[in-house]
């Protein structure tokens, strides 16, 4: 009715945080490729064989949940390209005939879209010519990546999961595009979720970009979307975590590092080593975690074995 005050629905906070000059990027930059492992393997070279027999401590009910969304096949906003499905077999003829044959599956896909759950490879960044550890960009080539590539774990990327839902801490659905999640936030997430991010541990972030999509409908998420603040990435070097996983990119659209607009990526990728999940989906794990009281869990990422590839999809499972 007019004159009647129309409530508001939960919101992130207000305000955008001060942009970041080049300079103070590069110097963050720096410091975190200094603190990187010289390990080839980049950061899953801190998840020892004895890491992954304690994380299997974590199982206590044996239920499973996928972290992976369903891959698309029809445009969408922030997935104008799609995966293409399609049979090529049985044939017409053969869908009635007597005798065996077969149901046959081709697909494509773009990996490295803004809808599909995905692993970023070692190779994905470029930055200033290099890849991570100082490694010549000219490694990749036509035929593929020479180095870094998502075959360096073939054996999969297995541990202990812990998540950290900024959302449920700030008292809001998802946090809206453009909003950062910030090292206070991941900190304060902990304490409010009583538990604590470890060596070795495979890091989750939950900003809510699905239920938001799901809720609103895609978006142009390439250009608006919820992400780490930059300098979040500290606490991930301070924890030595193997790996870092979202809902979303894991960085914010529109960039607030000028001259980079994925800031994320390269901090992460590039000067830390970090295999980076993007895309995932949360919302069947968060009430599992809720139902068990605790946000730590037993979990395996199996990327395809693509020999030369700079990333693959993925479907993680969490086991509680």
């Not at 869908?95 to 044959?101: P, S, T």
């Not at 692993?119 to 290099?130: E, F, K, M, P, R």
């Not at 060596?199 to 939950?206: N, P």
């Amino acid at each position: 009715m007019a004159g009647e005050a129309v409530p508001e629905g939960p919101r992130s906070r207000p305000g955008a945080p001060p942009r970041q000059s080049p300079a103070a990027f590069e110097a963050l930059y720096r410091r975190l490729r200094d603190r990187a492992t010289s390990d080839v393997r980049g950061a899953v070279a801190t998840i020892t064989p004895e890491h992954v027999k304690a994380a299997t401590n974590e199982i206590r009910t044996g239920r499973t949940v996928t972290l992976a969304a369903p891959i698309e096949t029809r445009p969408s906003p922030d997935n104008p390209e799609p995966a293409a499905h399609r049979l090529t077999g049985p044939s017409r003829n053969e869908v009635h005939a007597h005798g065996l044959h077969f149901a046959l599956d081709h697909f494509e896909m773009n990996v490295h879209g803004n809808a599909d759950s995905h692993l970023d490879a070692l190779c994905h960044v470029v930055y200033d010519g290099t890849l991570h550890g100082g490694v010549d960009a000219a490694t990749l080539t036509p035929e593929g990546a020479v180095a870094l590539s998502v075959d360096s774990v073939r054996n999969g990327i297995v541990g202990r999961g812990v998540l950290l839902d900024i959302p449920r801490l700030r008292g809001v659905p998802w946090l809206e595009p453009g909003d950062h999640v910030t090292a206070d936030d991941l900190s304060a997430a902990e304490r409010s979720q009583r538990v604590e991010v470890g060596e070795g541990d495979l890091l989750f972030v939950r900003v809510g970009h699905r239920l938001r999509r799901t809720e609103l409908g895609p978006w142009d998420a390439a250009t608006s979307r919820a992400g780490l603040h930059p300098t979040a990435m500290e606490f991930l070097a301070d924890r030595h975590v193997a790996l870092l996983g979202g809902d979303g990119n894991n960085d914010t659209a529109p960039s607030i590092t000028d001259g980079v607009d994925f800031p994320v990526h390269v901090l992460g990728v590039h000067a830390l080593g970090l295999y980076l999940l993007d895309y995932l989906r949360f919302e069947g794990l968060v009430p599992l975690c809720e139902e068990a009281g605790r946000w730590s869990f037993f979990c395996v990422v199996a990327p395809l074995r693509l020999s030369r590839a700079t990333g693959s999809p993925v479907n993680p499972i969490a086991v509680l």
